[in-house]
């Protein structure tokens, strides 16, 4: 059975070459792929040399430091330019090509040099390397591990090369993820992880590993990346992909970015019910609720949704060390949806890159990038503080540091109030905690705590947690009383931009807050500025004029029955 099915697969990848020569591969299936795909899913190849790492790995998070991406150019050159004129700036970026020269003269008539650039050549078949692309792990001692899957397109088999060519070109260890019953067929864009051992996907793995149980899956999961809960959720039937980067993202360990459609349009209601299951059945890795951040999905020209329409998503983003680079669809919430990103990541670089001609194809800007884990990691485990109460009179701070190569010093920056000038301490490691009191500052209720940690190992190597410390930071407030709801926290879709400003502010905010009030105030608590919110049953967009304000610190209020949020801006 497995050698006929070898013989049909041989004449199809010859088919899908010829077909596709010209033309970039779609993200899913080909028509010819559809005929061999049952096939392929109940006879995956057994490897014979499939062994998983000694002891249990770690996979890291997106946000943790990347020392490079990848990007195979395979059609789409203006996109992949802009991602690679960003991506350089802040880390080493790897082009696939079949030609460096020609890549090297276009990327240089579009302003973008060879800096941080390495062209490689092997082979390979199409753009998606978030789905086949290396999936960096670390290994007990510290070193870079790469692990590869089965990739779910059956007629690609230059594209399943592609982790072995990496792992081979950086000196990683290479592990391909096998099992008794074969190979286990996966993607990149229907994975990702916290960084702490809980992985997301849909039941795609699933329904394309018939020959394993979710429990087996589990397992390879746990051997191969350390997984230890790997949380599934149903598919969407209009995500033809079925991917859980089309509409949603983890932006830090206890932060969910997810998409929102209308009420009760296309996969809005199946991705309300996947929000719930997973609020209402999982916590973070500290044992806390999540923090969930909407974002609108974009309909397209005519106003249409799929199945009417392209998966217009804003979630199929990438974090890459210091920035973000989100798609754009040339549709007037392309602003709304950066800044609803600058406003969960505050400090980051937040850029948008038109994905238009690309998102027919079922893919954005994380489908066709795949970042490299850095060596000699430095990782920083700490549950940021959401408040302190004023009865404590005192701040205590702290964390967990690894590091292969030994962590020589951990220090906790902080500043009262104004976030401009941050004094430092040292942390005391006490087993494997770095901990520090603050017990010489005189605690107010309202007051605002902001700080930030740092971390060198015996390298000399610093990281900081955010890792865009001291550009971004974590703010807390000292409150009287702890009114912390036991609900998950949902953060409303309120924006304002742009931020700073120096003459009009916009204020996009869902029909939650329709028929609401909003204020703006100073520093001080004064009303500058007060109207009511249409009651509209659409979102709603409001341009505000700010001119006359003297340049400073405020804030923008709405407040709609007992649904009550509020956003900083600068007016310069």
Not at 216 to 244: A, T, V
Not at 446 to 466: D, E, F, L, Q, R
Not at 532 to 541: A, R
């Amino acid at each position: 059975m497995k050698k006929l099915f070898a013989l049909k697969l041989f004449l199809f990848v010859l088919t899908i070459n010829f077909l596709y020569a010209q033309q970039p591969l779609p993200k899913g299936l080909t028509d010819q792929e559809k005929e061999i795909y049952h096939d392929f899913i109940n006879n995956p190849p057994v490897s014979k040399s499939a062994v998983p790492p000694a002891n249990i790995p770690r996979t890291p998070a997106e946000w943790e430091e990347a020392q490079g991406v990848i990007v195979t150019w395979a059609g789409f050159s203006e996109e992949l330019r802009e991602i690679v004129r960003r991506a350089k700036e802040t880390t080493t970026v790897y082009i696939l090509t079949s030609n460096p020269s020609n890549v090297q003269t276009y990327l240089s008539n579009g302003g973008v040099n060879m800096t941080n650039i390495v062209m490689l050549q092997p082979s390979f078949n199409s753009i998606w390397v978030r789905d086949y692309g290396p999936q960096s792990i670390y290994l007990q001692d510290g070193s870079l591990g790469i692990v590869d899957w089965l990739y779910n397109r059956p007629s690609r088999p230059d594209d399943n090369q592609i982790p072995a060519y990496i792992a081979n070109y950086l000196g990683a260890s290479y592990f391909e993820l096998s099992g008794t019953s074969g190979q286990l067929i996966a993607t990149g864009g229907n994975f990702f992880t916290d960084g702490h051992g809980t992985g997301f996907s849909s039941k795609l793995i699933q329904t394309e590993n018939p020959s394993y149980s979710a429990t087996q899956i589990d397992q390879l999961k746990y051997q191969y990346m350390g997984i230890n809960r790997y949380i599934k959720m149903d598919e969407l039937p209009y995500d033809i992909i079925s991917h859980i980067d089309m509409h949603m993202k983890l932006l830090d360990e206890e932060t969910l970015l997810v998409a929102k459609f209308p009420t009760g349009v296309s996969d809005g209601p199946y991705i309300e019910n996947n929000l719930n299951y997973v609020l209402d059945n999982y916590q973070t890795c500290f044992d806390r609720n999540y923090d969930v951040v909407r974002i609108p999905m974009a309909p397209n020209s005519n106003g249409q949704y799929p199945p009417n329409s392209d998966y217009r998503t804003y979630t199929n983003a990438l974090i890459l060390n210091k920035i973000v680079l989100v798609p754009q669809y040339n549709h007037n919430l392309d602003e709304t949806a950066l800044q609803i990103y600058r406003d969960a990541m505050p400090g980051y670089d937040v850029f948008g890159i038109n994905m238009t001609a690309v998102i027919p194809l079922a893919g954005a800007i994380h489908c066709i990038t795949r970042e490299i884990a850095a060596n000699d990691p430095i990782h920083i485990s700490h549950a940021r503080k959401r408040f302190v109460l004023l009865e404590e009179n005192e701040l205590v701070f702290d964390t967990k540091v690894t590091s292969p190569s030994g962590v020589s010093s951990v220090k906790l920056f902080y500043s009262i109030d104004d976030a401009k000038t941050f004094g430092s301490v040292d942390m005391t490691l006490e087993g494997d905690t770095y901990s520090v009191v603050i017990d010489d500052v005189e605690l107010e209720e309202g007051m605002m705590v902001h700080y930030y940690i740092s971390a060198t190992n015996g390298n000399s190597k610093t990281i900081n947690k955010p890792y865009v410390a001291p550009q971004g930071f974590y703010s807390f407030e000292v409150k009287l009383v702890d009114n912390t709801s036991v609900e998950p926290t949902v953060i409303p879709t309120f924006v304002v931009y742009p931020n700073p400003s120096n003459d009009f502010i916009n204020v996009s905010a869902s029909n939650d807050f329709a028929g609401g009030d909003i204020f703006i105030t100073n520093i001080q608590g004064k009303i500058l500025y007060q109207d009511k919110l249409e009651n509209e049953s659409v979102d709603i967009l409001k341009s505000i004029n700010i001119s006359q304000f003297p340049d400073g610190f405020y804030f923008v209020k709405i407040q709609n029955r007992n649904l009550v949020e509020v956003k900083k801006f600068i007016k310069y």
